[in-house]
């Protein structure tokens, strides 16, 4: 199967850097979200991301100019009908994504190869909201993506082996490195990464130390690239909660209770990064 544009739904962090990695590697994108607003916002992120790029002299502007000109931002689904793959990167809300779904499965070609960057809610629940279950799959990226080489796979109970086979060839092509996981709450990243999270909370919230001497153990510790609560604030706290969420529900082991701190924090307002403050000001 030869893909030439893909869609992307969501312009969001992990949507807009998704549409940038697709299309810095030659693929034209339809990048779709509600509103103007959201759009431009998520074109602004490429172009500044883009925009770095050229500063490092790891593209020149003609380059960053081309990679641009072959993202299409519309706020109209039925514009990712021609799409060869469509790469779901909304809010990790089931219900939201469940309506984006069975709609989007109605517009693409029955072989469209359909794709969720979520980071916890089940592919195989996913695949039975979309005609051709079959064709649907996870493509989880990692933050920031035009940054990070690690892209999850992962198959749903439903994904064929040969939906696996595009999907596996094409994180190649978009030099990123595959890993396949099997479908379970917060497949291989998740499962691990966002309990040691939790715990750093926890081991803020119980007044061990303070939140950079905790990042500065894991750090200097453990070496770690960033710290735990740094990198929880890069995330966002409101979808390291609902991650949490999703493996206390969904495996009923208490060792996946949220911290209290955490849920405090999410209730002030208190995201991270993309509120201006989370475990750290910014």
């Keep these: 199967m ?37 759009l431009e916002k998520g074109v602004s992120a490429i172009r500044t991301s883009l925009a770095r790029l050229v ?56 072989d469209t190869i359909l794709a969720s960057n979520t980071s916890s809610i089940s592919l195989t629940l996913i695949a039975s909201w979309c005609n051709h279950p079959e064709r649907v799959i996870g493509m989880h990226f990692m933050n920031p993506v035009p940054v ?30 595959p890993v396949t996981a099997k479908d379970a709450p917060g497949f291989v990243s998740n499962r691990i990464l966002m309990p040691m999270i939790n715990e750093a909370v926890f081991t803020l919230h119980e007044g061990l130390a303070s939140a950079e001497d905790i990042d500065t153990v894991m750090k200097l510790g453990m070496n770690h690239p960033i710290g735990p ?8 706290l409101d979808t390291c909660l609902a991650i949490m969420d999703i493996l206390y529900r969904e495996f009923r082991d208490s060792k ?26 910014y």
């Design 2 to 38: 030869s893909i030439t544009l893909a869609g992307v739904i969501g312009a969001g962090t992990m949507g807009n850097g998704i549409a940038q990695v697709f299309a810095q590697h030659s693929y034209r994108v339809m990048l779709a979200d509600v509103s103007e607003a959201a």
């Design 55 to 110: 500063k490092k002299a790891t593209l020149s502007e003609d380059e960053a100019a081309a990679v641009l000109a072959r993202i299409t931002p519309t706020t109209r689904l039925t514009d990712l009908a021609p799409a060869g793959i469509v790469v779901e990167a909304a809010t990790e809300n089931p219900a939201i994504k469940e309506a984006l779904f069975r709609e989007i499965s109605g517009i693409v070609a029955t």
């Design 148 to 177: 990070m080489q690690l892209v999850e796979i992962i198959r749903a109970l439903q994904t064929s082996d040969a939906t696996w086979q595009v999907v596996h060839a094409l994180a190649g092509t978009l030099s990123k490195t």
């Design 229 to 236: 609560l740094a990198l929880a604030d890069l995330i966002g």
């Design 256 to 281: 996946y209770r949220a911290c209290p701190l955490l849920v405090q924090m999410v209730s002030a307002g208190r995201l991270g990064r993309k509120s201006g403050h989370g475990f750290y000001p």
